[in-house]
């Protein structure tokens, strides 16, 4: 009877091993001692076992079968599994990071710096067979910088976390701040309205600050570092993390359309939370109501339908929305579809192949991929699909995509499948990240920084590959904010 009942245990503990996975990647992150530590404990337990209760070989044989396979779903699930601990399917994760004035313990620091880097090494497919060296020295010079200093705040961890993340030019893998209330220049919304754009801070032009933040930011192409800059210096938290200081004043330097500047000089109270900001500028619910993430207009006189999506977003609300408007188009005989991706900051590629499904095309090629899974890289090759196609909605007319260097991730591959299959052409900018690099991302958070941390876990490769462009060029360039108009001069 005892010898039973240590089976029953050695059985309970094997579940318990298993239900570890589920429970790192749905509910909460465990310490990295935690998979070690109880599977020293299962090892103790098959010996102890296999000594009082394995008398018989069949009992010895089912033990080792049983400790074959724990052992095997516990390691790999734990150090190939690239969603071991993180964020990407917890019902309702918490992003927020703690203020950037916050300060950490050098210990503190160190341990989120490692935490960064293992995770980075683990996952990325740029670290299957070694550490890039650029990375490595890199890391070897924040660690001293580190180990020098007694505290150091959220937002120089931040700084210095990413300068390491962005040797990899991977604009899918950074470290950043993400505040739960941020404090916004209250008179954006006024430049906005007057239709006036960005062009120095302190003096500084965009252009200098582009290469004066070079380091400060994961990214691929430049206009991609642009957005990041500029969603950066509309807020407090994002101009310290820049190095400029409210207290001091900060001096935003306007265009407008006429070709005039403005100066305007902003101290601490003149960011406010959004909260705040919505009383300051007078918004209505009518201004600031959520709009939905996929709808259509149609222009019968101009023979034109245009699709707004502002993220790649899968679900039963796309598929009825794009089924609706390919309805219209066919039965008021429109000859024009284009899609609107100027603020798509990606999603899923399903999007673009349940679009294609409209077009008149039987086949079309995706591009092959490689999937990192810890010690393993797994390739994966699409490079021609049959277009199970909407026959009696097919539309045989013309398709446009309206893109911009905020058109990102899926928003990028959406116009790939498309140019590089030759279904449409596109108008606008050249999307913010590269079609030959990484994507697929595992979201993390620091341990005691609370700072978020997304990373890489596949190298994607572009369909065409005899193409010497380095992003998806657009077949008729223009400014995103003129697409729209230059989409109609090209139909008439």
């Known amino acids: 009877m005892l010898r039973k009942k240590y089976f029953i245990f050695h059985i309970i503990l094997g579940i318990i091993i298993m239900l570890t996975i589920p429970l790192s990647m749905f509910f909460v992150t465990l310490p990295r001692f935690v998979t070690p530590l109880i599977l020293t404990?299962?090892?103790?337990?098959?010996?102890?076992?296999?000594?009082?209760?394995?008398?018989?070989?069949?009992?010895?044989?089912?033990?080792?079968?049983?400790?074959?396979?724990?052992?095997?779903?516990?390691?790999?699930?734990?150090?190939?599994?690239?969603?071991?601990?993180?964020?990407?399917?917890?019902?309702?994760?918490?992003?927020?990071?703690?203020?950037?004035?916050?300060?950490?313990?050098?210990?503190?620091?160190?341990s989120d710096l490692d935490y960064a880097m293992y995770y980075l090494k683990k996952l990325h497919p740029a670290f299957y067979s070694e550490v890039p060296e650029k990375v490595q020295s890199r890391y070897d010079?924040?660690?001293?910088?580190?180990?020098?200093?007694?505290?150091?705040?959220?937002?120089?961890?931040?700084?210095?976390?990413?300068?390491?993340?962005?040797?990899?030019?991977?604009?899918?893998?950074?470290?950043q701040m993400n505040i739960n209330d941020p404090h916004y220049m209250k008179h954006i919304y006024s430049y906005e309205q007057r239709n006036g754009k960005i062009k120095a801070i302190n003096g500084i032009t965009i252009e200098e600050l582009v290469k004066q933040?070079?380091?400060?930011?994961?990214?691929?192409?430049?206009?991609?570092?642009?957005?990041?800059?500029?969603?950066?210096i509309s807020t407090l938290e994002g101009l310290t993390y820049l190095g400029f200081f409210a207290e001091k004043g900060v001096t935003y330097t306007y265009e407008l359309p006429d070709g005039t500047t403005e100066d305007i000089t902003c101290y601490t109270d003149d960011f406010i939370t959004y909260e705040e900001y919505y009383k300051y500028n007078s918004l209505s619910d009518t201004e600031t109501a959520d709009t939905p993430f996929v709808y259509y207009t149609v222009d019968e006189e101009n023979s034109a339908a245009i699709l707004t999506l502002e993220s790649c977003s899968y679900n039963d609300e796309y598929i009825s929305c794009l089924k609706e408007m390919f309805t219209e188009v066919k039965e008021k005989g429109i000859k024009n579809v284009a899609v609107d991706l100027?603020?798509?900051?990606?999603?899923?590629?399903?999007?673009?192949?349940?679009?294609?499904?409209?077009?008149?095309?039987?086949?079309?090629?995706?591009?092959?991929?490689?999937?990192?899974?810890?010690?393993?890289?797994?390739?994966?090759?699409?490079?021609e699909m049959e277009n199970d196609k909407y026959t009696d909605l097919t539309f045989t007319g013309d398709v446009y995509i309206l893109t911009s260097a905020n058109s990102f991730s899926s928003a990028m591959l959406f116009p790939q499948y498309i140019k590089d299959n030759g279904?449409?052409?596109?108008?606008?900018?050249?999307?913010?990240?590269?079609?030959?690099?990484?994507?697929?991302?595992?979201?993390?958070?620091?341990?005691?920084?609370?700072?978020?941390?997304?990373?890489?876990?596949?190298?994607?490769?572009?369909?065409?590959?005899?193409?010497?462009?380095?992003?998806?060029?657009?077949?008729?360039?223009?400014?995103?904010?003129?697409?729209?108009?230059?989409?109609?001069?090209?139909?008439k």
């Open 41 to 110: 404990i299962y090892a103790l337990s098959f010996i102890f076992c296999m000594i009082k209760y394995a008398e018989k070989t069949f009992d010895r044989v089912r033990l080792i079968i049983m400790a074959f396979v724990i052992l095997s779903i516990s390691l790999f699930g734990t150090y190939c599994n690239p969603y071991y601990n993180s964020l990407n399917f917890r019902t309702d994760p918490d992003y927020y990071s703690h203020s950037p004035y916050a300060v950490l313990s050098k210990k503190e620091a160190i």
């Open 141 to 175: 010079e924040i660690s001293k910088k580190i180990s020098a200093a007694e505290t150091i705040s959220v937002c120089e961890l931040s700084q210095d976390i990413e300068y390491i993340f962005a040797a990899l030019r991977d604009g899918h893998s950074y470290v």
């Open 213 to 232: 933040t070079a380091e400060l930011y994961s990214y691929e192409a430049e206009s991609w570092q642009i957005s990041r800059i500029k969603s950066s």
């Open 342 to 383: 100027r603020s798509n900051g990606g999603g899923s590629s399903l999007v673009a192949d349940e679009f294609i499904r409209y077009l008149d095309v039987d086949k079309y090629n995706t591009g092959t991929l490689k999937w990192r899974w810890g010690c393993f890289m797994i390739p994966f090759t699409y490079n």
């Open 423 to 491: 279904l449409g052409s596109i108008i606008g900018e050249a999307p913010g990240n590269d079609p030959n690099g990484y994507g697929e991302i595992a979201m993390f958070k620091l341990p005691d920084s609370q700072l978020y941390m997304q990373i890489s876990t596949k190298r994607f490769f572009r369909i065409d590959q005899s193409t010497d462009e380095f992003l998806v060029e657009p077949h008729i360039p223009c400014d995103s904010e003129n697409a729209i108009d230059v989409f109609y001069e090209t139909i």
